[in-house]
């Protein structure tokens, strides 16, 4: 046999793949590509899962975040008998008309989701006197602030705080920097308890509720503060996704309960359970657990700044024959003007009297 032949026949035999080889590599090779698109697969889940829980997590933790902020000033300035409170905000359409304490809770129900309403100020004043305002006066002249995100425009049903001691509701606007007010619901006109010095810082009142509600096809947590207009729920929405809100009130402390769900289905999950859910408690303490709603009369332990006080109740020692008032002493509110230059002002008869029964 001719050596270059067998050389030849040797080369032919040994090139290309059998059939069966052929076969086996693809299938390892559809094994190998079948196990990193299930990876690929898994991981994409894994993924939009995770973005899932964090955007629903994060929903939930900003809505209790507002939550607890707004609970931190509940009550906070007030000074006018929680039995009024609808009254004094006659102008907020939505306040419960049997509201009797700050805060207020309306129960859902054991399924259902509870309301909450807070009354309080919060944050800087509104503004300040542009002038002295004296007893009786039914006009506040005002200087308002223009370097906040929103400055405060004046309107009827308005209640404002002067000093941090006393609450007034505005009856009209005469102008953008001066308005005519009343301490008594009740009685237009009736003017200011005090006197009080060019200066004085005002503040504003507001009314705030939450309550959870459909915002097209979503739950969410919705927030209405009685300051604000707003356009449409979508502007009242906090945070999307809260299907549960409840508050427990245990004395001083108020727990908070929310659970929220996506808005997406979790892939790979079954349709019947295809929604993720998060839950988080809170409890928070109350800073002002017995807010007032009215005053009462003059109060004896009124002060402001750069005033000086005197009691002039009589027998200059403060106590009554039993029914807590003094034994002379004037009966109206008096100024004098001083060198430094402060004025004196004293009380009504009796303003010191503590009864001996």
């Not at 973005?51 to 000074?79: H, I, K, P």
């Not at 005002?202 to 927030?223: K, T």
């Not at 009966?331 to 001996?356: A, F, H």
């Amino acid at each position: 046999m001719h050596p270059s032949h067998n050389m030849k026949a040797s080369h032919v035999g040994r090139s290309g793949f059998t059939l069966v080889e052929l076969m086996i590599a693809s299938g390892v090779a559809m094994v190998v590509l079948a196990a990193f698109a299930n990876g690929f697969i898994q991981q994409r889940r894994t993924h939009h899962q995770k973005n899932l829980e964090q955007e629903l997590q994060q929903n939930v933790r900003t809505a209790m975040t507002f939550l607890q902020r707004d609970l931190r000033y509940a009550g906070s300035g007030m000074v006018m008998g929680t039995e009024s409170a609808p009254k004094w905000f006659a102008s907020v359409g939505w306040l419960p008309k049997d509201m009797n304490t700050v805060p207020w809770v309306v129960d859902g129900g054991v399924r259902g989701t509870d309301e909450l309403y807070l009354i309080g100020i919060a944050g800087e004043p509104i503004g300040h006197l542009s002038e002295d305002v004296w007893e009786g006066s039914w006009e506040l002249p005002l200087t308002l602030r223009q370097d906040t995100l929103l400055p405060y425009q004046p309107r009827f049903g308005d209640v404002l705080l002067i000093a941090g001691l006393e609450a007034v509701l505005v009856e009209s606007v005469l102008s953008l920097g001066r308005v005519q007010v009343t301490r008594d619901f009740s009685t237009p006109n009736a003017g200011v308890h005090l006197i009080y010095p060019e200066g004085t810082q005002i503040h504003q009142f507001n009314v705030i509720r939450y309550w959870v509600q459909e915002v097209y096809g979503v739950p969410s947590l919705l927030r209405e503060d009685s300051r604000f207009t707003y356009a449409s729920d979508e502007d009242r929405v906090v945070a999307d996704g809260i299907e549960h809100f409840k508050v427990t009130r245990n004395g001083n402390f108020f727990e908070i309960e929310l659970r929220g769900r996506s808005r997406k289905t979790a892939p790979g999950r079954g349709h019947s359970d295809s929604l993720i859910r998060y839950e988080i408690t809170s409890a928070n303490h109350l800073r002002n657990p017995n807010p007032r709603l009215s005053i009462q009369g003059w109060p004896s332990d009124l002060l402001i700044e750069g005033w000086e006080y005197e009691d002039d109740s009589g027998d200059g020692d403060g106590t009554g024959d039993g029914d807590g008032t003094g034994d002379g002493g004037g009966t109206e509110i008096v100024y004098e003007e001083v060198n430094d230059p402060k004025r004196k002002i004293r009380g009504p008869k009796g303003n010191q009297g503590q009864g001996n029964n």
